[in-house]
């Protein structure tokens, strides 16, 4: 199919065509399109699609006054052209076009619309009152390298289960660590979809995607663990996002998937005295989903614990929180050794805070032992030595 110059245009983001490729790459199945008005109400009755589990509509309803009244204009079969970032992304055939309302859309999404809630307020922007559905192709459409790459995982140690994680590592700190460990006890393959969002907010996700590469290169079998990027869209926020995990991880062919107990979306609920949580709402989707358990570090066990296994009160016990040691590391602080690797802390402070001192040789060299030969030393190289220093016990 070819673009016409006299075709009506609609402007998307990048994270809306992100979302698109999704679908043609059959990574969100039993979703296969764009959705029609009668189709997304009865999604929003059933919780379903083809006997399967899916949380919302799928439909394209880009903001902007422009896009609105592009859509609201167009007639049934009648051809338009999607741009985004300013070149063609794909054409779309008309099949229906209907109005909605934006809150009540991120409402299914989140469970709220409240506007103080940071993924409600991001969304509702990114979101129109018309929507519109039919067959769209997309131009320059590449194979998905990353099907292949998991293929060829499994191919080269003959694997029988695949397992897969959804991970920001956002640092990638002990608790992490141990998930990781736990998740390859009982699997031959372990997928690790790390999150790409869609903001500059923290830490860059190469940074991120080098930091999780040495730990599997230095750790683990490195032939049993994968790294895929999952670029973090807007579906899966809010407390259905495990049911989009197990979608994705599902069509990724993996058979298996680990959550840990403090996940965003696992919203555990009771129904008739018993627990329950949003997993087993969740219908014909043939993936395993497993609830991790919750790790601490317990200063009377001195080690990394389960919290269902250590005997000790809350009083004993430190919680790994991402955004906690991110703040530190923020701040240019080493977090413990007990919550972060120092091969790992070294290496995102050298990140974080480039050419931090005036003088790294010579602040080395008086800080340190040395061997009295001339060396070249990097920050990262100061940062190690300088954990090495704080874990000194005997003048302590």
């Not at 709402?281 to 009377?300: H, L, M, P, Q, R």
Request: aromatic share 8%; proline share 4%.
């Amino acid at each position: 199919m070819t673009s016409s110059r006299k075709n009506k245009t609609l402007f998307v983001d990048k994270e809306a065509a992100s979302v698109l490729e999704l679908v043609k790459e059959g990574l969100l199945s039993p979703v296969t399109k764009l959705m029609s008005e009668a189709e997304s109400l009865e999604v929003l009755q059933t919780g379903l699609i083809n006997g399967q589990s899916f949380p919302f509509p799928f439909i394209l309803a880009p903001s902007g006054k422009k896009n609105e009244e592009v859509i609201a204009s167009l007639k049934k079969e009648e051809e338009v052209t999607i741009i985004c970032d300013g070149e063609i992304f794909a054409t779309l055939i008309v099949n229906d076009t209907f109005q909605i309302d934006p809150k009540e859309r991120v409402k299914h999404i989140y469970g709220t619309d409240d506007l103080t809630h940071p993924g409600v307020m991001a969304t509702i922007k990114r979101i129109g009152r018309w929507a519109i559905s039919g067959e769209y192709t997309i131009f320059h459409k590449t194979k998905n390298q990353n099907k292949l790459k998991i293929e060829a995982a499994k191919k080269l140690i003959d694997a029988k289960h695949t397992s897969s994680l959804m991970m920001g590592a956002n640092p990638l700190h002990r608790a992490h660590e141990r998930l990781i460990r736990q998740s390859l006890e009982d699997t031959d393959l372990l997928v690790i979809f790390l999150l790409k969002p869609y903001n500059s907010a923290n830490l860059q996700y190469e940074v991120r995607k080098e930091a999780l590469e040495y730990f599997i290169n230095n750790f683990l079998p490195k032939n049993r663990v994968i790294i895929i990027p999952l670029e973090n869209s807007y579906i899966f926020a809010g407390y259905n996002e495990i049911i989009i995990d197990a979608i994705v991880a599902k069509n990724y062919g993996c058979d298996r998937l680990t959550i840990g107990r403090n996940h965003a979306g696992l919203g555990m609920f009771y129904d008739c005295n018993s627990n329950k949580s949003i997993i087993d709402k969740v219908t014909g989707i043939n993936i395993d989903i497993k609830v991790a358990s919750e790790y601490v570090y317990c200063d009377e066990c001195k080690t990394l614990v389960s919290k269902n296994t250590c005997p000790h009160g809350q009083h004993h016990q430190i919680s790994y929180h991402a955004d906690s040691i991110l703040e530190l590391l923020e701040a240019g602080l080493l977090p413990p050794a007990v919550l972060m690797r120092k091969e790992i802390s070294a290496f995102l402070l050298s990140k974080l805070f480039p050419n931090r001192f005036k003088n790294v040789e010579k602040l080395y060299y008086d800080t340190f032992p040395v061997k009295g030969l001339l060396e070249e030393h990097t920050e990262k190289d100061f940062y190690l030595e300088l954990m090495k220093l704080y874990q000194t016990t005997s003048l302590t």
